[in-house]
């Protein structure tokens, strides 16, 4: 099994079987811990961010939402008018996306739970892929990469974790705990390199780091593969 399909399993194990009440409720309005709150702010704003790199009108136009999680992306391209692939490889997750959706912009999403980058989903215009790559080397978000970009006419946004010296103090603390009392592993990333590494798997287009969001525990920066 390749480097990318072992994570993927792992993933899928994760948000699948073990953590899909918590991000059920981490997506919702319910009250949760102060740390929490912050990681709900920080998405709130990366979420903002990531929209903000795309036309504020998408009628007509296909978008990827990859990584669909619990829907909150989703609902939003749907707003602007783009009929949007909702995929997520928890079945659990893209159950709860659906359920969300307000009637009037179900017609306007095709759900599905699988991989991601499955060529069956098709070509977009947009791709959007908020926290999920974040498990994912350099090498393996290239090969990603390679796989969207004959398949999207615009824009590919993404995040990573950014290797700042806070996130990497919270890394190796973390791997002091046994694997099976925590989340899969995040890789975190240099902007710099990670565009080299990308260029590495033979990508073509430029990529280039749009900024970085810091709310308490959640630091992520959004990316975006661009012509």
Known sequence: MHAYDQTLARVETYFDKTATKTWERLTSDAPVSKVRETVRAGRD??????????????????VLDAGCGAGQMTIELARRGAHVVACDISPSLV???QRRTPADLLDQITFTSGDMLDPVLGNFDHVVAMDSLIYYKGSDIGQALKTLEPRTGGKV???TAPRTRLLMGMWYAGKVFPRSDRSPVMIPHCAERLAQDVMAEGVRRRLRLVDQVTSGFYISQALEMHS
């Open 45 to 62: 704003r990366m979420r903002a961010l990531m929209l903000s790199r795309l036309p504020a009108d998408l009628t007509g136009q296909r």
């Open 95 to 97: 159950e709860i996306a």
């Open 157 to 159: 946004v993404f995040t």
